[in-house]
């Protein structure tokens, strides 16, 4: 079969579920009750959000009884019923109610809840048997969607707050009576029904309603063709092609798994045929796919929680993430084009009539709907109402083709779809509320900020070493968000306390949340592509996390240089930072992967190591000690380089 037709059938592989998925309707009465809960779900949110949300308590809280409900549908138990001879078991029938019927209280008696002394005012019982109705659906809600790491940790902060009075040393309490507890986790917004969970209800359900309309109206597919038609004549064009392509999907999808899951049906198995080991092709799909979530314009959940637990607006989170998140995408694509030239593999030529520019200048305007939203954004309106409008950009966008428009029976399974996969997020950020709500009431927080800050002394560069090791030990084992949530809550105030700026200090932890996913043992994002390439998930996992060794400085790059984070007094102190960096983390892909022209000796690639670190510091001699090397160690081999193209080939 020639390579066309290769393409081509892995595009039609593609195609075709995705059509049966935008077109079909539930065919059986548990899939229509998940349907129409979900969408009823995402009806609510774009309507709040037309007219204003709620006030937090019920927002929040309505936000958590959708998703409780739907996580017990989507994700059923696998206990057997044959006893009752039905689809749906008894007991998730039993934890959907525990998720709704606490809710249905609080909507009920609002008037006696916001009139309540809270942490005083005596209780009922019922209320007791409520909260812990909401605490078993969200424990076992969060298994069942994300594993057992973070309701393990939710648990152990319980006990704490409940037990903790028995533990010696400075993590004792004084001990907590049922009622602050009761009022901490149910009946307040210190709890599960907090800050994070408020970002999902208000801004993340939006954008991930607004990712699942990109994909069905086939901008995701074009961005895909954008970047192989960019890559195609460049050597390791397909990997170059998963870098490029993972960064604009995912910079609108802000889903890790979602970003690989989408693109990686199509980027591993073209890098596959060109040249590259399976599992090379899974790590660069996990590399790349992982940076989507701190890409503006949209990046992932934890950034709409950074934006409420910081006060800075969205708008200039996303602008401070700009040249980190083109750094990190910088340092990914060294890493591949030396690896391909060090394989010496060939370029794509592929004949594929749709990855011409000519059609895709024809198509350019798949473009408009994140140029809307993009504009919205930095002229300082709300996240909101940017996505409100961007989402009616890509209703007319797909009204110009038949393929794309956006009919009644495809906007409805795009609202659907977009509230199946907030149920995740819903989830985690309840789970780790608990956590957060329990460490602020005991100050558990504040004492483990003091040890930490106790540890590192007056080290700044320990202090961050001890927050990234944290983020990304929570990370492995958590998705982004709570990760972020616990090492925010937990760590960063450490940081700030060394000066660093709040952005900065946010941003840092975020980073390394997310980068976690690329980090053995437990590489989430390697995991899921490694499914999709066929190749050993370990082994996926450890050559992602060398793939993307480069991009663990970045954070400590804009935190010694915060001028990167569009902080700046002058123009040219900010286009020096960019230029330097640049060429910093191109010297640590080359150091890391240990080729540039030929094989790197060992001598060489430490040297490119010293001088990779003095270009990415933000002082002068440090940069000229950076260039100095580079002139004894890297001019040389391009001046060869040339030299060799110049001279006639041999006769032989």
Not at 48 to 63: E, F, N, P, W
Not at 321 to 327: K, N, T, V
Not at 399 to 418: A, D, H, P, Q, Y
Not at 506 to 523: D, G, M, Q
């Amino acid at each position: 079969m020639s390579e066309e037709k290769i393409i081509n059938s892995t595009e039609e592989v593609k195609a075709k579920p995705a059509i049966d998925k935008r077109e079909q309707f539930p065919t059986n009465i548990n899939d229509w009750i998940v349907w129409a809960v979900a969408l009823a779900f995402a009806v609510f949110h774009i309507y709040t959000a037309a007219t204003g949300s709620l006030l937090a308590l019920y927002q929040r809280s309505i936000h958590f009884a959708f998703a409780g409900f739907l996580v017990f549908w989507l994700c059923p138990s696998r206990i057997s019923n044959d006893k009752f001879k039905t689809p749906l078991k008894i007991w998730d029938v039993f934890l959907s109610l525990c998720a709704v019927i606490p809710v249905l209280y609080i909507l009920i008696n609002e008037d006696l809840i916001i009139n309540r002394f809270y942490y005083i005012e005596a209780l009922e019982w019922y209320e007791y048997l409520f909260c812990a109705m909401l605490v078993i659906a969200i424990l076992e809600g969060t298994r069942r969607k994300m594993g057992i790491a973070l309701p393990i940790i939710a648990i152990v902060a319980i006990v704490y707050m409940l037990f903790g009075r028995y533990l010696p040393g400075f993590l004792g309490n004084g001990g907590f009576s049922l009622i602050a507890f009761v009022d901490t986790i149910y009946l307040t917004t210190e709890g599960p029904f907090g800050i994070a969970l408020g970002a999902s209800a208000t801004y993340v359900v939006l954008f991930v309603i607004f990712g699942s309309f990109l994909e069905y109206s086939g901008v995701g597919e074009y961005f895909i063709r954008v970047a192989r038609t960019l890559t195609k004549n460049s050597t390791g064009g397909p990997a170059k092609a998963a870098v490029i392509s993972s960064c604009l999907f995912g910079s609108i999808s802000g889903s890790t798994i979602a970003n690989v899951a989408t693109t990686g049906q199509i980027t591993i198995p073209l890098m596959k045929k060109t040249g590259y080991s399976s599992v090379f092709a899974g790590a660069v799909e996990a590399v790349a796919s992982t940076g989507g979530q701190i890409m503006p314009p949209v990046m992932g959940a934890a950034a709409f929680v950074m934006a409420e637990y910081t006060g800075i607006p969205y708008g200039q989170i996303i602008v401070a993430a700009m040249i980190p998140g083109i750094l990190y995408y910088l340092a990914v694509f060294v890493m591949v084009h030396f690896e391909a030239k060090k394989l010496g593999l060939l370029p794509d030529k592929s004949k594929d009539p749709s990855l011409t520019f000519r059609a895709l200048i024809k198509d350019v305007y798949l473009f408009i709907p994140l140029v809307v939203l993009v504009v919205f954004l930095i002229m300082g309106y709300s996240a909101t109402y940017a996505v409100l409008r961007a989402l009616v950009a890509i209703f007319i966008v797909s009204l110009f083709k038949k393929e794309t428009r956006l009919g009644l029976r495809r906007i409805l399974n795009c609202l659907v779809s977009g509230a199946k996969e907030c149920v995740t997020v819903a989830l985690a950020c309840a789970c780790a509320g608990i956590v957060v709500g329990i460490v602020n009431y005991t100050g558990l927080g504040t004492r483990l900020s003091s040890m930490i800050a106790a540890v590192a002394g007056n080290s700044l560069l320990l202090a961050l070493i001890l927050t990234a090791v944290a983020s990304l030990i929570l990370g492995m084992g958590l998705p982004t968000t709570p990760a972020y949530i616990i090492v925010a809550t937990l760590l960063v105030p450490t940081i700030k306390d060394f000066g660093v700026s709040t952005m900065a200090a946010h941003l840092f932890a975020f980073y390394f949340a997310n980068v976690s996913a690329i980090t053995p043992p437990v590489a989430l994002a390697a995991y899921t592509a490694a499914g999709l390439s066929g190749a050993s998930p370990i082994k996926t996992g450890y050559k992602a996390f060398m793939l993307g060794i480069a991009s663990y400085m970045v954070p400590f790059l804009f935190v010694y240089n915060p001028v990167l984070l569009f902080d700046f007094e002058s123009v040219a102190k900010l286009i020096q930072a960019i230029i330097t960096s640049c060429i910093g983390i191109t010297l640590l892909g080359i150091a890391a992967e240990g080729f540039f022209y030929r094989k790197q000796r060992i001598f060489e690639r430490i040297l490119l190591f010293i001088a990779a670190i003095g270009l990415i510091d933000s002082g002068t001699l440090t940069d000229i000690v950076g260039l100095v090397i580079v002139v004894i160690i890297i001019v040389p081999q391009i001046l060869v380089e040339i030299k060799n193209r110049k001279m006639p080939p041999a006769v032989a």
